[in-house]
Nanobody, 128 residues
Framework: QVQLLESGGGAVEAGGSLKLSCVVSRMTDTRYMAWFRQAPGKEREGVAAIYTVSDVTYYADSVKGRFSISRDKDKRTLYLQMNTLKPEDTAMYYC??????????????????????WGQGTQVTVSS
């Protein structure tokens, strides 16, 4: 099990940018890490994921070309750079980690059930 702490959320206008950070207690223990989001009344959805063994990345269609997931091993930090934000991006954003699964497909890597360790979330609000 790893501990995760997100930061970087806030309120921005449509078209703006934000960069979320997630510090993980032991990044070397992870195999996949991901960002999820959940808006009020909606299910939690996968936004982006990274296979930490090779840094292969996966994105939801709704954010492809606008969001970028990356990590800094030395800082034990996962990032989500969000550009060209839209009001529909408004949600609580969560960082998640998996430490056990050998291989996932893109669809699997963007499913909440694939992850056992979660942060507390950081709120992103985009106004029109």
């Amino acid at each position: 099990q790893v501990q995760l702490l997100e930061s970087g959320g806030g309120a921005v206008e449509a078209g703006g940018s934000l960069k979320l950070s997630c510090v993980v207690s032991r990044m070397t223990d992870t195999r996949y890490m991901a960002w999820f989001r959940q808006a009020p009344g909606k299910e939690r959805e996968g936004v982006a994921a990274i296979y930490t063994v090779s840094d292969v990345t996966y994105y939801a269609d709704s954010v492809k070309g606008r969001f970028s997931i990356s990590r800094d091993k030395d800082k034990r930090t996962l990032y989500l750079q969000m550009n060209t934000l839209k009001p529909e991006d408004t949600a609580m954003y969560y960082c998640a980690a998996d430490t056990k699964t050998p291989i996932m497909t893109r669809i699997q890597a963007l499913r909440p059930l694939a992850y056992t360790d979660w942060g507390q979330g950081t709120q992103v609000t985009v106004s029109s």
